[in-house]
């Protein structure tokens, strides 16, 4: 996804070949409505999660949309349940979003999304749909370290 967006595929084979993927506009995932937007894999489903503003605070709700292939061209749809599903987000919009299926397993929550707080050095979870509750601020912006990106092993394998 690029800043305007817009989503491309990327072929490897029989050449490398990037082709943008044809996809209706919504105000609903515009910049004017979702100021941060991170794009996440969960399982087959590609899901844009979005906030308004650059600042997480007590009220603030996250948006989750789900990209219909089945259309021509594609449609966004709003997700009102993440079901087994949490998503992981970082403060610096740059870093890719993680998701997890049955986060139980671990003592985590499903449908929530998961921020880390540098201030109080710990994770915040929002419940998908609820609004922020407590005294809590975080920043999303971009600062000046350089960002994790996370890489699925099977992303570098070589098809032969």
């Given at each position: 996804?690029?800043?305007?967006?817009?989503?491309?595929?990327?072929?490897?084979?029989?050449?490398?070949?990037?082709?943008?993927?044809?996809?209706?506009?919504?105000?609903?995932?515009?910049?004017?409505?979702?100021?941060?937007?991170?794009?996440?894999?969960?399982?087959?489903?590609?899901?844009?999660?979005?906030?308004?503003?650059?600042?997480?605070?007590?009220?603030?709700?996250?948006?989750?949309?789900?990209?219909?292939?089945?259309?021509?061209?594609?449609?966004?749809?709003?997700?009102?349940?993440?079901?087994?599903?949490?998503?992981?987000?970082?403060?610096?919009?740059?870093?890719?979003?993680?998701?997890?299926?049955?986060?139980?397993?671990?003592?985590?929550?499903?449908?929530?999304?998961?921020?880390?707080?540098?201030?109080?050095?710990?994770?915040?979870?929002?419940?998908?749909?609820?609004?922020?509750q407590g005294d809590v601020f975080i920043f999303m912006g971009c600062d000046g370290?350089?960002?994790?990106?996370?890489?699925?092993?099977?992303?570098?394998?070589?098809?032969?």
């Amino acid at each position: 996804m690029d800043s305007d967006r817009r989503i491309f595929k990327v072929h490897l084979t029989p050449q490398i070949n990037i082709q943008e993927l044809p996809v209706i506009e919504s105000s609903m995932i515009s910049k004017r409505n979702l100021s941060n937007a991170w794009l996440v894999a969960c399982g087959d489903m590609l899901l844009l999660v979005g906030c308004r503003g650059s600042i997480v605070v007590s009220g603030v709700t996250f948006e989750v949309f789900r990209l219909d292939l089945s259309f021509e061209p594609a449609l966004w749809f709003k997700v009102e349940k993440l079901e087994h599903w949490a998503i992981f987000i970082s403060t610096d919009k740059r870093s890719q979003a993680l998701s997890c299926m049955n986060p139980e397993i671990w003592g985590g929550r499903s449908n929530c999304i998961y921020c880390y707080n540098q201030e109080s050095e710990r994770w915040i979870s929002l419940e998908l749909g609820k609004p922020l509750q407590g005294d809590v601020f975080i920043f999303m912006g971009c600062d000046g370290k350089v960002q994790p990106m996370w890489v699925i092993p099977s992303m570098l394998s070589v098809c032969r």
